[in-house]
C-alpha cells in the first residue's frame, strides 16, 4: 500500500483533509439554512441547493484524496484494515477511528442520496437519515482537532473554532432561539471556547517529551538522483523509552548539503520538534531541532547499510 515517502505526498494528505473539513462545513450550514422556512433575501433557493450538492460532491472528493494518500504514504504506514475498520490503527486509535467512521457515514449518506433521486426512498425517511450528517461533521471535527498532525497550530485551531461556531450558530438560529440574535452569538462563542479549551487542556495527554533518549529505528529512506543534485528522504519510527516520528528531507549536491529539513513528532502528545540537518554520514545524519517550548534537541540518526528502501535496526539518539 505504501507506494511513496516523497514530502508532496504527506502534504498532500494534511491538504485535502483540511479541505475536506471546510467543505463539509459549509455543506452543514447551507442544509441548515435551506431547512429553514425564513425566505432567502439576497440569493435564491434553487442556486443554494445547487451550491449544497455541488460541495456536497467536493466533500467527497477530497475525502477520497486524503485516504488515497493516506494510503501511498509511507509517513505514517497505515494499513488496510486501518484505513477501512474504525479504530483498528495503533495511531491515536480513537481520533482517527472518528475519522474512519466519518467517511464511511458520509458514503452511507451518498448511497441514500441516490437511492433518493431513483425514488426508492422516500422524502421523510431520507430527511431523517440525513441528520446523520451531523454526526459526520462532529466526528470529523473531533478528527481533525485532537489527532490531526497539524492540531494545536494556531491556523487550524482559528479554522475549527470558526467552523464549530458558524455550526452551532447555525443550529441555534434553526431551532428559532432568540430572533434577536444574542443567544445565537452567545452559542456560537461558547463552542469556539470550547474548541479552544478541548486542545489547550483536557485532551493533552500528559507526556515525557524527553530531552534526552535513545529509541530503535525502522523505516524507508530514498533517494532521488539528479544529473548534479541528489534528494535524500528518510520516513522512520522510533521505538523505545520515547516514541518519535521522523521526517527527513536532504538535498545533497557535490560539494555538500544544499538544503535540509527533519522533524520529529513526539508521541503520543504530538509535540514537534523542526530543523535542519547539520551533517550528512554515509548511513545516517546529526541535526538540531527545536520545539515549541524553546527547548533544543541535538540528534544523531543511524541505519544499516540496505539492498531495499526499507530498514530496520537503526539507532536514533537525542540530547539536549
Request: aromatic share 10%.
Amino acid at each position: 500500500m505504501h507506494l511513496t515517502a516523497s514530502p508532496v505526498d504527506w502534504y498532500a494528505v494534511r491538504a485535502a483533509g483540511v479541505v475536506a473539513y471546510v467543505l463539509l462545513t459549509a455543506v452543514v450550514c447551507l442544509g441548515l439554512a435551506l431547512s429553514s422556512r425564513r425566505p432567502f433575501e439576497r440569493w435564491p433557493r434553487f442556486a443554494l441547493e445547487d451550491v449544497h450538492r455541488f460541495a456536497g460532491l467536493l466533500v467527497g472528493v477530497f475525502v477520497v484524496l486524503h485516504v488515497a494518500t493516506i494510503a501511498a504514504d509511507s509517513y505514517l504506514r497505515f494499513s488496510v484494515a486501518a484505513i477501512v475498520v474504525p479504530f483498528a490503527s495503533s495511531y491515536r486509535p480513537v481520533w482517527t477511528g472518528l475519522g474512519v467512521v466519518a467517511a464511511e457515514l458520509l458514503l452511507a449518506l451518498a448511497v441514500t442520496n441516490g437511492l433518493r433521486r431513483r425514488g426508492r426512498l422516500s422524502y421523510r425517511r431520507w430527511r431523517r437519515l440525513h441528520y446523520a450528517t451531523f454526526a459526520v461533521w462532529a466526528a470529523a471535527t473531533l478528527h481533525g482537532l485532537v489527532g490531526g498532525s497539524d492540531r494545536g497550530t494556531w491556523w487550524l485551531l482559528a479554522l475549527q473554532a470558526a467552523a464549530v461556531a458558524l455550526v452551532c450558530g447555525g443550529v441555534a438560529r434553526r431551532l428559532g432561539f432568540a430572533a434577536g440574535g444574542a443567544a445565537v452569538t452567545g452559542l456560537a462563542a461558547a463552542a469556539a471556547v470550547g474548541v479552544v479549551a478541548t486542545v489547550v487542556f483536557p485532551f493533552r495527554p500528559h507526556t515525557w517529551n524527553a530531552r534526552t533518549f535513545h529509541d530503535r529505528l525502522s523505516g524507508e529512506v530514498s533517494w532521488v538522483r539528479g544529473p548534479s543534485r541528489e534528494l535524500v528522504s528518510l520516513d522512520a519510527a522510533g521505538v523505545g523509552p520515547q516514541r518519535v516520528l521522523l521526517r527527513a528531507d536532504l538535498l545533497v549536491e557535490p560539494q555538500g548539503l544544499l538544503a535540509t529539513r527533519f522533524q520529529l513528532e513526539f508521541l503520543p502528545s504530538g509535540m514537534r520538534c523542526a530543523g535542519r540537518v547539520t551533517r550528512l554520514d554515509p548511513f545516517g545524519f546529526q541535526g538540531r531541532c527545536r520545539a515549541r517550548d524553546g527547548t533544543v534537541r541535538y540528534v544523531h540518526a543511524a541505519w544499516p547499510a540496505t539492498a531495499s528502501h526499507a530498514f530496520t535496526g537503526g539507532t536514533l539518539d537525542a540530547h539536549a
